[in-house]
């Protein structure tokens, strides 16, 4: 199989696509036919990563592929499956490659309607993004509550968040370093953008004035802590990242005066009824949202290594699809 395999030498990292034997052992043999970059393949090729825990490793978080063997028998050959989580493109052989052998517990069946293209789309970011929108609708934020904000709005979650927001009728205010990218995010359905640093006011109080009904954040640090100083009463924030930093600093006073509540979104270990869910919840929308409209671009293995390079210096708007 061909596959782009990260290795490390005297602290410098290097991506190269290689021809590896098929890969053999426990867990369903998938043929590739996408994956998808995210930040997570970024940290990855950091030298000295911590989120890698192997070397040599082919990289890749998620992919989306044809079923060729199960030897446990829970999947039928030929079926289509989206394999994410768990210690894919970590500990684990990844899908930056033509060829998988995937951990039963990280695959999903593609729901019907759903085309492997549009699963790759979305891939981890986009199912973050449905899984925050989902943790703010049972937490009671409803369209008429008020303003949502996103951060980091040009990335993968971001993006998503903002076209899944939109569709479902919410008022979306994204929250961005970009100043080329307006149009684009207000293509996606956001009402109102704003930089990066204004998303609360009064630095020198305890709390912020009440703006947010509800905020999908990937940014983490500083700006996680601006967003619970600035939740409306009630409001609620759906955490998934550290883009900016992973040290929360924050008082209690949001939680015990505004009653606001701070969710938590994982992609990794998520059980199956909820992959399941959130992958029928964007199959439902795949029918009337063009996901194509929130694509980069799409990569071959060869183009990855300098896709990653422009994710990693933030210069990539939406998603970069992979097709092996
Ligand atoms: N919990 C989970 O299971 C899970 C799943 C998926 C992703 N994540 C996490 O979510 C985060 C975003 O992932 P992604 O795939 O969307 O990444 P991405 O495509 O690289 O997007 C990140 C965005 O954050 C903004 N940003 C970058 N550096 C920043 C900084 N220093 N301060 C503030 N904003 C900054 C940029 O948007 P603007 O230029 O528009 O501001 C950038 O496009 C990552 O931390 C990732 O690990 C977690």
Redesign the pocket.
Same mark, same amino acid.
Do not use: E, Y
């Given at each position: 199989m061909r596959a782009v395999q990260i290795t490390e030498s005297d602290g410098v990292a290097s991506l190269t696509v290689v021809t590896l034997p098929s890969p053999q052992g426990d867990g369903v043999l998938i043929d590739v036919a996408y994956s998808s970059?995210?930040?997570?393949d /970024?940290?990855c090729v950091r030298p000295g990563s911590r989120v890698r825990r192997r070397t040599p490793l082919v990289g890749g978080v998620d992919a989306v592929g044809i079923v060729r063997v199960d030897p446990t028998g829970r999947f039928t050959p030929g079926m289509l499956v989206i394999a994410s989580?768990g210690d894919i493109g970590t500990a684990r052989d990844g899908g930056f490659a033509t060829e998988l052998l995937a951990d039963p517990v990280t695959l999903t069946i593609a729901p019907d309607g759903l085309t492997a293209r549009q699963a790759a789309i979305c891939g981890? /970011?986009g199912?973050?993004?449905m899984?925050s929108l989902l943790a703010l609708q049972q937490h009671g934020c409803r369209p008429d509550d008020g303003d949502i904000l996103v951060?980091?709005?040009?990335?993968? $979650?971001?993006?998503?968040a903002i076209a899944l927001l939109a569709h479902a009728g919410y008022r979306v205010v994204? @929250?961005? &370093? @970009?100043t080329e990218?307006h149009d684009w995010?207000h293509e996606l359905g956001a009402h109102e953008i704003i930089g990066?640093d204004d998303i609360s006011d009064n630095p020198d109080r305890v709390l912020a004035t009440e703006r947010w009904a509800g905020a999908i954040d990937? $940014?983490?640090?500083q700006?996680l802590h601006q967003i619970l100083r600035s939740l409306r009463y009630g409001g609620v924030v759906a =955490?998934?990242?550290? $883009?900016? &930093?992973a040290d929360l600093s924050t008082t209690v006073y949001p939680f015990i005066t505004r009653a606001v509540s701070l969710v &938590?979104?994982?992609?990794?270990l998520?059980p199956a009824a909820q992959r399941q869910a959130v992958w029928e919840l964007l199959r439902d929308v795949s029918r009337t949202l063009d996901f194509e409209q929130l694509t980069h671009h799409t990569v071959s293995l060869d183009g990855v290594a300098a896709a990653l390079d422009e994710? =990693?210096r933030?210069t $990539?708007? &939406?998603?970069v699809v992979v097709q092996p």
């Open positions: 970059l995210n930040f997570k /970024a940290m989580g981890t /970011a199912w973050t993004a899984a951060t980091g709005a040009t990335g993968g $979650v971001g993006s998503f994204a @929250s961005t &370093g @970009s990218d995010l990066r990937c $940014v983490g640090g700006t =955490a998934s990242g550290l $883009v900016a &930093g &938590g979104i994982d992609a990794v998520a994710l =990693a933030g $990539v708007r &939406g998603r």
